[in-house]
């Protein structure tokens, strides 16, 4: 497995399970929403502009891809404000066929542009470590069946000493990306 | 990472956040419970018996351990009879450092004595696969820090073809074993 295959099996929409857990309050939140990710072209004005305000990555980028989010309840909470809808813009670049850096325009822990670095274990699952200004985030993703892929996420304390949150996402394919569904009709 | 050296750190008493997700009804299921695992003694009778009943795997055993499970609440449910408590004598017979089998006598998924087969992966994670007579069961556990490890399982149809149940849980050691203890004031 590489960074392009994954993309291109992530590639479709999602209807996401997810549940957070805080360790220090012991208290659990329960979510349900719908992933969109959609490969964009190498061209796009979005992915240059991005690729261009993070210069400082050496390499051929590869796959670039945006991610929408929308949630469909939060009824542990009743709290619309808390996850909503959002959406960011992906751009991997590979140092070896086995790990790279990927720029995001908005990171998974934080609001801002990120920078991560990515590995595959020997399982295939693709591990992505994030450090933020105040945190630090390893995300864990990885394929159960061609319809069926987990994703966990631990939040750690800038210096890696204490864990805030984790999660576990169940993620289940519900619409294939367009170039499956035209394979699937011809 | 082997396996006596995990069993060693998973030693103690853990407070257990755990989170399950019913794919096909897009249910979710809350519980907190307290996990005690203990090292048994390699000659505990009911080591001995477990060994004898399950006397196909061949190799030496190691590090054989008790966990026991109580539920504290399950506040989504009120259902006290889902889960409440329960005990397993395990007793891993490695391959080589990093696989094995792993006898335990009641089940993860279903409430038989089952045989599992575990293995490692690169990032020190340890995956347990077991085939019960209705399903199949992959676990995967790695620890975030000495004190905080995580679990997921994902319950497959026997086929392996879908996906029934996911889960994953959030493990933060609050007793540690009594040979830590001692160590801790010497």
New interface residues.
């Given amino acids: 497995m590489n960074i392009e295959q994954f993309i291109s099996r992530s590639e479709g929409q999602w209807?996401s399970?997810r549940?957070g857990?805080s360790?220090a309050f012991?208290q659990?939140d329960?979510i349900?929403s719908l992933l969109t990710i959609k490969l964009l072209k190498y061209n796009d004005p979005k992915v240059l502009e991005l690729l261009k305000a993070n210069s400082k990555e050496e390499g051929d980028f590869i796959s670039p891809f945006h991610i929408k989010w929308e949630s469909e309840s939060d009824w542990d909470n009743n709290d619309s404000s808390k996850f909503n809808s959002g959406q960011s813009i992906l751009i991997p670049i590979p140092k070896n066929n086995n790990q790279g850096f990927l720029i995001r325009s908005l990171g998974y822990t934080e609001s801002t542009p990120s920078l991560s670095k990515y590995c595959f274990?020997?399982?295939e699952?693709l591990?992505l470590r994030t450090k933020y200004e105040k945190t630090f985030t390893e995300e864990k993703i990885w394929f159960?069946?061609e319809n069926?892929r987990?994703r966990?996420s631990?939040i750690?304390t800038n210096n890696q000493?204490g864990?805030m949150q984790?999660s576990?996402a169940?993620e289940?394919k519900v619409l294939k990306s367009k170039k499956d569904q035209t394979q699937n009709h011809s």
Wanted: hydrophobic share 45%; glycine share 0%; net charge negative.
């Fill in positions: 209807r399970m549940s857990h360790l012991q659990f329960q349900i274990l020997n399982d699952t591990v159960l069946s069926v987990c966990s631990v750690y000493e864990v984790t576990f169940s289940v």
